[in-house]
């Protein structure tokens, strides 16, 4: 699993070696490597300010290290299965976690505790990301479906199916109108986040396991969303 940092500078990467790195993507050097999880990374994030770094792990836990000092400054405990997938809120306040539990679980940061569970989903959760105005949650589950969340009521606004199989990723247009979510059923659905309406259908050749990409230019708004949602960063 890898992630950008929002300037581009710095790429984070975790392995199946129970560490994560840093790296500076102009000299590809390594900077720094964190190695305080027990099992494997399934996740990595910045936030926004690419101050902090979270990380989620098999060892059932989320890690958060200043990405300055290589500290690592919590631990975020209460799944009870591997951490699949982590984003931070837009403001850097919260964090969302999907788990192997079939959960996603809010997290204040600041706290370092958990401020809400959100249970509904049937089968694992693969996949969070936030709306940009940090209102909304989106989660992407085994479960064939994509849930969206309230995030300051933690109730399930809506349930949205129509995949076949596992949804893998999900994402947000940058005006937070447009989610975008991908799965093994080779299709990426992107629906209007306040009707609930299925947009468009966009059928890929073959499965897609990630991808990264940046700085490419010329794409409309609806060509970002499903990059991002293919797994693209940047």
């Not at 990467?13 to 399934?42: M, N, P, Y």
């Not at 591997?82 to 940061?109: C, E, M, Y």
Request: hydrophobic share 30%.
């Amino acid at each position: 699993r890898s992630a950008l940092s929002s300037d581009g500078k710095t790429l984070a990467s975790g392995s199946a070696d129970q560490t994560v790195k840093l790296w500076d993507v102009s000299t590809g050097h390594c900077i720094r490597t964190f190695q305080e999880h027990t099992d494997r990374l399934c996740s990595v994030t910045f936030s926004n300010d690419g101050k902090t770094l979270a990380s989620g792990s098999a060892d059932h836990t989320v890690r958060l290290w200043d990405c300055e000092t290589g500290s690592c400054v919590g631990i975020l405990r209460g799944h009870s299965n591997r951490v699949h997938s982590v984003a931070f809120s837009p403001n850097g306040q919260l964090l969302a976690s999907g788990s192997t539990d079939h959960t996603v679980k809010l997290w204040d940061i600041g706290e370092s505790k958990c401020c809400k569970t959100l249970t509904g989903h049937t089968n694992w959760v693969l996949s969070v990301a936030f709306s940009p105005d940090g209102k909304t949650l989106s989660s992407g589950s085994a479960d064939k479906t994509v849930r969206l969340w309230d995030v300051s009521t933690g109730e399930c606004r809506d349930i949205c199916t129509g995949h076949s199989h596992l949804v893998s990723s999900v994402a947000f247009s940058v005006d937070g109108q447009i989610m975008a979510s991908g799965s093994q059923d080779q299709t990426v659905r992107l629906k209007d986040v306040e009707t609930g309406e299925c947009l468009k259908i966009l059928r890929t050749p073959r499965l897609y396991e990630a991808m990264n990409i940046t700085g490419v230019r010329g794409l409309t708004e609806a060509q970002k969303v499903t990059l991002k949602t293919l797994g693209a960063i940047g």
